[in-house]
């Protein structure tokens, strides 16, 4: 069983930028199509982000179309979600998971596996002034 694990969150003001990084002990994350989720408190998780492998398409929820970025870093190992311009509605919880493949070739924003025990720890993201 895969265990994901983030980094990469803290506290930052309105308009500022964090990195999360995903990664996955003993396990090739180039191959695996990956997602970014978030959680605030008192809400339903939500799909941020993921990506396809191996042509690196990607999805963006439209509230953070345009200020976030979702790459690979093969040498690291790492699925990195690069935050800009972030506002206090991005406060949540971010955990990264795999996700299937639809339509041939793309990524499909929904966790492939989604008991409890398949999430990560997630990383804590604070936006506030």
């Known amino acids: 069983q895969l265990q994901f694990v983030e980094s990469g969150g803290g506290s930052v003001q309105p308009g500022g930028s964090l990195r999360l990084s995903c990664t996955a002990s003993?396990?090739?994350?180039?191959?695996?199509?990956i997602g970014w989720f978030r959680q605030a408190p008192g809400k339903e998780r939500e799909a941020v982000s993921c990506i396809s492998s191996p042509r690196g398409i990607t999805y963006y929820n439209p509230a953070v179309n345009g200020r976030f970025t979702i790459s690979r870093d093969s040498a690291k190992n790492t699925v990195n979600l690069q935050m800009t311009n972030l506002t206090p509605e991005d406060t949540a919880r971010y955990y990264c998971?795999?996700?299937?493949?639809?339509?041939?070739?793309?990524?499909?924003?929904?966790?492939?596996?989604?008991?409890?025990?398949?999430w990560g720890q997630g990383t804590q993201v604070t936006v506030s002034s």
């Open positions: 998971i795999d996700v299937p493949m639809v339509g041939g070739r793309s990524c499909s924003p929904q966790p492939l596996h989604n008991l409890e025990e398949d």
């Open positions: 003993g396990f090739n994350l180039s191959q695996t199509f």
